[in-house]
């Protein structure tokens, strides 16, 4: 029966494998929210940790900003209470404690396993109108470096990564992400789906973090 990973136990997965993801401590209480607010240092992000809850967002369950103790507390009662209105059934493991990572341009990595033609990876223009643009690309699995270049350059993505703004973002490192899905999925068959949206790549240099992760297994 397939089932969800928590976040927390999705990102210690993509992190094994080189993919950057932004530091997350999980908690159980408010206090240690606030100790591990404080050891990630203020403003941090709050959000529901359960493997029940996909949609955090959707759930009211995902906060950012927080910047202070009662602000933080304030937040962890209500992201309690919000999970439980949202899914009487949902398993909670805590709250996650997120670093807030410095924005970049948004970038979506998925895979999907497809019944009939196997593990498909994904790449596009990411963050929350993904289903609007649909600016993606798909390969079959497993992929080279030079299957992921040419993923990139059939987005309109690419154009904003290669300078179209004026800026020139790190693809270098999203190719890299790429390829580390690619030899994930070689080495673990139980991985039914993946999804990093968004992933943030930083000016070409600066590398890039993930924020937020799905994964499903069987």
Do not use: W
């Amino acid at each position: 029966m397939s089932r969800f990973l928590n976040e927390l136990d999705a990102n210690k997965l993509l992190l094994s494998y080189d993919i950057p993801m932004a530091k997350s401590l999980c908690c159980r209480t408010a206090e240690e929210a606030l100790i591990h607010a404080e050891e990630l240092k203020f403003p941090v992000v709050m959000k529901v940790l359960s493997p029940d809850i996909q949609h955090k967002t959707e759930a009211g369950c995902v906060f950012i900003g927080i910047s202070c103790k009662e602000q933080l507390e304030k937040t962890f009662r209500l992201i309690m209470e919000n999970a439980k209105a949202y899914n009487p059934d949902a398993v909670v493991d805590g709250i996650l404690i997120q670093e807030m990572a410095e924005k970049g341009l948004e970038i979506i990595v998925g895979m999907k396993k497809d019944p009939q033609f196997g593990p498909v990876i994904m790449v596009g223009s990411g963050g929350i109108y993904v289903e609007v643009f649909k600016d993606i690309a798909l390969r079959l699995l497993p992929i080279d470096r030079y299957d992921a270049e040419r993923m990139l350059m059939e987005t309109k993505a690419y154009h904003v990564i290669n300078g179209a703004r004026g800026k020139t973002y790190d693809m270098e490192k999203l190719i890299e992400v790429l390829l580390s899905v690619s030899k994930l999925i070689q080495q673990d068959d139980s991985i039914e789906e993946i999804d990093i949206n968004p992933f943030f790549i930083y000016e070409k240099g600066k590398g890039g973090k993930g924020v937020d992760a799905l994964i499903k297994i069987k």
